[in-house]
């Protein structure tokens, strides 16, 4: 018995995520104020050019055959907006009809303006069109992002947390994790309900990677544009690229959680509620704070799963149980086995103790004869029964060795057991 192994997972704490809102530190995002509404399309006088839709995002005109066009988007991208592409190029197709249509993420509520120049052997000639930029709600079901590595030496506008060259390396693999993992995880996360496409620009929110040391945030500025920082270590030390992409998946479900009664001013869960779909470390949820890790030998694993609760604060209404979840799948296979182990274990040294009992009952049937007969000498009668006696000890010390060797190897098997689920991250 003293050979069982004992199954631990301990618990930790991760303090490694936050939330901010309000105002911002403003900054110079290189956008170009513009001037109140008018009315849209509203071009400039040009015989070449006539514009015909004018919306962000969309851009159409009708000029001259085959002419080469530059058109130049100019918005106000906000505090933390990406924006659209500043410029792009296309050529009218025979008719002379020429249409752009690029990506319209997240900016503040305003106006913007397309400027297109068109050219070719005859001249040049150009327009200008305006266009009102609404507000936009982000969409679990739908929304850009966007990576970014943040230098030490250059540092980010609003960041005063000094920044570490001896963190970049963490942070290079921090960022080939999250463009590797983070879509197919929010996708899992989310039940198969979200969906996030990681864009090189013009995202919706950018992640910002940073080598520096602080709690990792989600930020929302006045103007309702928004950014993640992730920081490489935090009040309880470095966080694997693994751990990261768990960060991020939380800092992104602050865009939408947690609010109302339920919630607290900095938008966690008051209280952790288990979903009863969800197992293991994933049974919170990932909107909690703090957020409860499991430490195993050489490994540190998070939620990554958002709860039904959660889901529902994103906005969806008909949500289906989890995926399986490969790894818990595995654990509890192992400890059905630990289990039945347990169980013969039990049952095998029952056994073992019974027939000691009794190898005891006969030894001391052979210590009686021996002592009433002190110089060996026993009557044949007495003599049978001694030898008897002996056969009978000898063979049930056999037979308990076979059981002892028995159960000694279905310990060292519940032992590896133990140990291949100790050291499943889950």
């Known amino acids: 018995m003293n050979r069982r ?27 170009t104020a513009l001037p109140s509404a008018v009315a849209i399309p509203s071009p400039s006088a040009s015989a070449a050019i006539t514009v015909g839709a004018s919306r962000y995002g969309m851009f159409e005109i ?67 069109s305006e266009f009102s930029v609404s507000l936009k709600a982000l969409d679990a079901k739908g929304f850009t992002a966007r990576v970014q590595a943040v230098d030490p030496a250059t540092g980010l506008d609003g960041v005063s947390t000094r920044l570490e060259p001896s963190l970049v390396a963490a942070r290079d693999a921090t960022v080939t994790k999250l463009n590797d993992t983070l879509a197919k995880e929010w996708l899992t996360a989310t039940r198969g309900l979200g969906g996030l496409t990681l864009v090189t620009s013009s995202a919706d929110i950018v992640i910002y990677v940073v080598p520096g040391r602080s709690s990792s945030l989600h930020s929302l500025a006045n103007d ?3 950014r993640i920082l992730l920081f490489m270590v935090d009040d309880l030390g ?33 209280e952790k509620i288990p979903d009863p779909l969800l197992q293991g470390v994933d049974r919170f949820g990932l909107m909690t704070h703090p957020v409860t890790c499991l430490v195993g030998p050489g490994f540190q694993s998070c939620p990554n799963r958002f709860s039904e609760r959660e889901l529902r604060a994103m906005g969806f209404t008909q949500i289906p149980a989890p995926p399986p979840d490969p790894c818990l799948a595995q654990a509890n296979a192992l400890r059905s ?82 140990q291949r689920l100790n050291a499943l991250p889950c």
């Open 5 to 31: 192994a004992v199954l631990a997972l301990c618990a930790l704490l991760l303090a490694a995520c936050g939330r901010s809102s309000g105002a911002a530190p403003s900054f110079s995002s290189g956008a």
């Open 62 to 128: 009708n000029t001259r055959p085959l002419e080469k066009c530059e058109l130049s988007i100019r918005v106000n991208a906000g505090i933390f907006g990406d924006g659209p592409p500043q410029t792009l190029v296309g050529r009218a197709d025979a008719t002379g009809s020429l249409a752009w249509t690029y990506p319209a993420p997240l900016i503040p509520a305003g106006n913007g303006r397309h400027v297109v120049t068109c050219s070719d052997d005859r001249g040049q000639s150009d327009v200008w």
């Open 224 to 226: 309702g544009t928004q």
């Open 238 to 270: 470095p966080i694997s690229a693994e751990n990261a992409v768990a960060t991020a998946l939380h800092e992104l479900g602050h865009i939408w959680c947690c609010h109302g009664t339920d919630a607290g001013t900095d938008g966690h869960w008051l």
């Open 337 to 418: 086995q630990i289990a039945t182990l347990d169980g013969r274990l039990a049952s095998e040294r029952r056994t073992i103790d019974a027939t000691k009992a009794e190898m005891a009952g006969v030894a001391a049937r052979i210590a009686d004869i021996e002592r009433r007969y002190p110089g060996n000498t026993l009557p044949p009668d007495v003599y049978a029964t001694y030898v008897g006696l002996i056969d009978q000890y000898n063979r049930l010390a056999s037979e308990n060795q076979v059981r002892i060797d028995a159960y000694n190897n279905d310990v060292d098997t519940r032992n590896t057991l133990v």
